[in-house]
């Protein structure tokens, strides 16, 4: 093994060249990316279920990079590619603490999309359910007992918005049971390869077995279920979501 000690220019000018070839990449995928709008044709901009499944991927090829700068790095590769492609908007909620907390958001959706900030819960999606490409970012529902969280009834049998579904956590890595905040559009619902089905039930509706309870609301109660599962809905419960889960688990 050699003991000799390593030249600070000659690595100075051998990072210099991997930086030149970074940028000569990501200027490559910029360009593909400008390329995707027009392949879609008419598909929704942004596309959860793929891009965790994506990320999940990447980050288990990394070996020595960890799986949070993987992610970081591509949320703002990914911000940029969706700002270049369509109108997407984050629609943020700022009610609670968790959202105040803005590299939350960052860390998960980059730095190049539009972002609009409202007060309340009822108001981001109010907003984001008025645009085609708006995604609402809001704070997680709450477990039992005590939780106050409960704009998630919305979205439930008979709600007011049931086609809006939840779609992502926040955030992407780490080993948390259950997210700080979610993602919420209208964008379909679809597997990434490791989620968990989020349930909403009314009533004395018949939970599938290893339902693990999230939140109540008066007569509304959320459920998760490990997996991916398309269930038909009924009056008294539906699918709201999906959340793949989170990297590093």
């Known amino acids: 093994m050699s003991n000799e000690i390593p030249d600070i220019e000659v690595i100075r000018r051998e990072i210099d060249r991997v930086d030149n070839a970074l940028l000569d990449l990501i200027a490559e995928r910029l360009e593909l990316s400008a390329q995707v709008r027009k392949a879609k044709s008419g598909m929704r901009v942004w596309r959860p279920s793929r ?98 969280v409960s704009w998630w009834t919305a979205l439930g049998p008979g709600g007011a918005m049931e086609g809006m579904h939840i779609l992502a956590g926040l955030p992407r890595t780490g080993r948390d049971d259950w997210p700080q905040a979610v993602a919420v559009a209208t964008a379909d619902i679809l597997p990434s390869g490791a989620d968990q089905t989020l349930i909403c039930a009314t009533g004395d509706a ?36 999906v959340l793949p889960r989170p990297i590093g688990q």
């Open 51 to 148: 891009e965790d499944s994506h990320v999940r991927q990447l980050a288990a090829e990394a070996r020595s990079t960890s799986a949070s700068l993987v992610s970081t790095i591509w949320a703002e590769l990914m911000s940029a590619s969706l700002a270049a492609q369509g109108p997407m908007r984050l629609h943020v909620a700022l009610e609670g603490d968790v959202l105040s907390n803005w590299s939350l958001v960052r860390d998960r959706f980059g730095a190049a999309l539009s972002i609009k900030t409202y007060p309340t819960t009822s108001a981001a999606l109010a907003g984001c359910y008025a645009e085609d490409e708006g995604v609402a970012v809001l704070p997680s529902p709450a477990p039992p007992p005590g939780g106050m």
């Open 206 to 241: 018949d939970v599938p077995a290893g339902a693990k309870l999230r939140a109540q609301s008066g007569a509304f109660s959320l459920y998760s279920l490990d997996g991916y599962h398309a269930i038909e809905p009924t009056k008294t419960m539906r699918v709201i979501g």
